[in-house]
């Protein structure tokens, strides 16, 4: 089974600002995928970013971008000029992948983000 | 193309009615999952469906829960005999077969039982 952790509940940083979202988990699986999700007040979960485990190089979007460890199975998301639309909850997922299709996501618990004026 | 929809966005049910969520996954992906979001809490993974079978229903509790992807129409959740612990967001997201791994997320459901 996997564990995904995020020891941070809640942040808040100045706008305009730069944060990392930390994110740790723990699986014995050796082809798998990690997401960072957002969900805003409508709780909508909207997709922020993608990391294939077998890639080595950081994924970007923009003013997102992560931070993958993969031997220290860390996973964080760092926000770069943040906004204040960016205030939301933070979930940090993982989710195993065998040749037949896609397997359900793990979530972290998340990470409320407040972005101040 | 219509994303994943789902309804009804809140229902309310008195303990020991049934409640039954709907899912319509977006257009040409055959894989449903459903989560439960308990408050100030993540997702979590409930069941994998695709058309016609159940793949993984191993985060679904043994007894009152049950889930279908029919041939033709929704997917369903059906919660039978609620209790006020069932009281949840239900999200239901929807990916196609293959390397395309995208899970797409619908609006939820909040139940709420009285």
């Known amino acids: 089974a996997q564990t995904v952790t995020q020891s941070q509940p809640e942040m808040s940083v100045q706008e305009a600002e730069t944060v990392t979202l930390s994110c740790t988990y723990d699986?014995?699986?050796?082809?798998?995928?990690l997401f960072w999700y957002k969900q805003p007040p409508s709780r909508q979960m909207i997709l922020v970013i993608r990391?294939?485990?077998?890639?080595?190089q950081n994924a970007t979007e923009n003013r997102f971008s992560v931070n993958f460890q993969k031997a220290a199975k860390s996973f964080s998301l760092k926000i770069s000029d943040s906004q204040l639309g960016d205030t939301a909850m933070y979930f940090c997922?993982?989710?195993?992948?065998?040749?037949?299709?896609?397997?359900?996501?793990?979530f972290g618990k998340g990470t409320h983000l407040i972005i101040q004026p | 193309n219509a994303g994943v929809m789902q309804n009804p966005r809140h229902l309310v049910r008195r303990r020991g009615q049934e409640a039954r969520l709907r899912c319509s996954p977006m257009?040409?992906?055959?894989?449903v999952y459903w989560y439960r979001q308990l408050p100030e809490e993540g997702l979590k993974f409930m069941v994998y469906?695709?058309?016609?079978?159940?793949?993984?229903e191993s985060g679904m509790p043994k007894e009152r829960f049950s889930a279908e992807f029919p041939k033709e129409g929704p997917s369903i959740l059906r919660i039978q005999q609620v209790v006020r612990g069932d009281s949840a967001a239900y999200f239901c997201?929807?990916?196609?077969?293959?390397?395309?791994?995208?899970?797409?997320f619908g609006q939820g459901t909040r139940l709420t039982v009285v």
């Open positions: 257009k040409g992906h055959s894989h």
């Open positions: 997922a993982f989710m195993r992948y065998s040749g037949g299709g896609a397997d359900g996501l793990t």
């Open positions: 997201a929807s990916s196609q077969q293959g390397l395309n791994t995208e899970a797409f």
């Open positions: 699986t014995s699986e050796n082809n798998y995928y």
């Open positions: 469906l695709q058309k016609e079978n159940i793949i993984d």
């Open positions: 990391q294939e485990a077998y890639k080595q």
